[in-house]
């Protein structure tokens, strides 16, 4: 329910303020409005405000439009001539095109703006010791070291470090990374990832690369129980210590954690303390996917000192001239990128695994209405650029392939023929359902493979 609330909540805001882009900029043109349509297909219910426009709610609830007094789209009447859409200067008609595209941009800067002004806590990148072979192993990174730079970036928490080793990574797999340690000292470490596919939108970047966060270790004692889980049916309880598993010494959470990992549907003896008093209990790890591999989970959480946690953690504030820099660069950082993730697509560079669909973006709605509202507003930012960005792309049926036709009629003087807008029409819709059954096919098997 969380999930399809916060996939309700994150598709009704983009597209009210996708199209009210649209609306705005068509009134201040003097083009008449129909309808203000939130959803596809039959209406559901509308109401007629004193313009004439109709504010409608439809029954397809995966995107929405707004319908203006158009002389191609049917009969309009003689007072309504100088409202019609097509009768507008074409520049006018660009810009209530690149409306809607603009104000999911705007949208995005409004959100980081306020997240950055407002405060948000951060995780250090602080990094753990690199599994053995990885490229992070080879570059030399030691347990405890926090990254300060990325080819010259200042890196200043975890997402930071994330999102600029997969920009820098991408442009040249050969970085170059600052780093400090406890004791001060300065390190530069070079990261080369030459055939790692960093933009794998099936695992985590960093984590494949080696670059794991640093955690201190935590006590072998559960602190939630999942309901109708393994751990729950074999008479575990919150508080339990595990000592031992199958006679294998525990010291820290991470070791009972491997050995579980490591033994999908095999019985395992934990012997465990509960209440100063020790006994032995007997458990079936599920199996379960993790990153195409097959692992065992019993549904049992440590308790977590929020003290061992502190030291990990910054806040990052600014005010408000400064947090809107930050907000303008961020959203142009992620739009480039964008585009450029598009191109390699295109060209064969990047795998069409990355495409995403509605399934993965309710996915991570959900997951991030769960981690908090920080999160939730971070994630909307992120896809309201998202989309900013594939409706501007030159491709018909989008507001980029509408704008297309307008700018070479701006340069030619004269309209695309309606012959070359209906085979565009065509291509583009064959285009975007392509894109959408690789986008649906992407998703569901990350749905069943875990």
Not at 283 to 297: I, Y
Request: glycine residues 8%.
């Amino acid at each position: 329910m969380i999930t399809l609330l916060a996939f309700a909540v994150t598709l009704g805001i983009l597209v009210v303020i996708h199209e009210f882009g649209h609306y705005a900029v068509a009134r201040a043109c003097g083009v008449k409005v129909l309808r203000f349509s939130i959803g596809f297909g039959p209406v559901l219910t509308k109401l007629l405000d004193r313009h004439g426009t109709e504010w409608a709610l439809s029954a397809v609830p995966l995107g929405g439009y707004v319908k203006m007094v158009d002389e191609r789209e049917g009969e309009v009447s003689a007072e309504d001539l100088p409202h019609a859409f097509n009768r507008k200067p074409v520049s006018q008609r660009m810009a209530i095109v690149v409306a809607g595209p603009v104000a999911n941009l705007l949208l995005a800067i409004l959100l980081y703006w306020a997240l950055f002004i407002s405060g948000i806590t951060v995780l250090k990148p602080i990094v753990a010791s690199p599994l053995h072979g990885t490229p992070a192993a080879l570059a030399g990174f030691q347990n405890g070291e926090m990254v300060t730079a990325i080819d010259g970036d200042p890196v200043e928490d975890w997402q930071d470090m994330y999102w600029l080793v997969l920009k820098h990574g991408i442009q040249n797999p050969v970085m170059t990374i600052k780093t400090r340690d406890a004791a001060n000292r300065i390190s530069s470490r070079r990261l080369d990832v030459t055939g790692v596919d960093l933009a794998d939108a099936e695992q985590d970047p960093l984590a494949h690369i080696g670059l794991l966060r640093y955690l201190p270790d935590l006590p072998p004692v559960i602190g939630q129980i999942v309901p109708g889980s393994r751990a729950e049916a074999a008479g575990l309880r919150t508080g339990d210590r595990i000592t031992a598993v199958n006679d294998q010494a525990i010291t820290v959470w991470d070791d009972m954690v491997k050995l579980i990992k490591s033994s999908p549907g095999k019985p395992l003896r934990l012997n465990l303390t509960r209440s100063g008093k020790s006994m032995e209990i007997s458990v079936t790890p599920a199996l379960e996917k993790e990153s195409g591999q097959t692992v065992g989970r019993i549904g049992a959480a440590p308790r977590v000192d929020d003290a061992l946690f502190a030291p990990l953690q910054a806040e990052i504030r600014f005010g408000p001239a400064a947090a809107l820099k930050r907000a303008l660069y961020k959203t142009w950082d992620l739009s480039t990128f964008s585009l450029e993730m598009m191109g390699r697509l295109v060209i064969g560079q990047a795998s069409l695994k990355n495409i995403s669909g509605p399934v993965t973006i309710a996915d991570y709605a959900g997951r991030s209405a769960e981690a908090g509202p920080t999160a939730f507003i971070a994630f909307l930012a992120l896809i309201s650029v998202s989309l900013g960005v594939l409706n501007l792309l030159p491709i018909p049926l989008l507001d980029g392939g509408h704008l297309l036709y307008y700018f070479i009629e701006f340069l030619t003087g004269r309209p695309v023929s309606d012959s070359v807008q209906e085979i565009g029409q065509k291509i583009g819709a064959a285009l975007l359902a392509t894109l959408m059954l690789f986008a649906l096919f992407n998703d569901f098997h990350r749905l069943l493979t875990g």
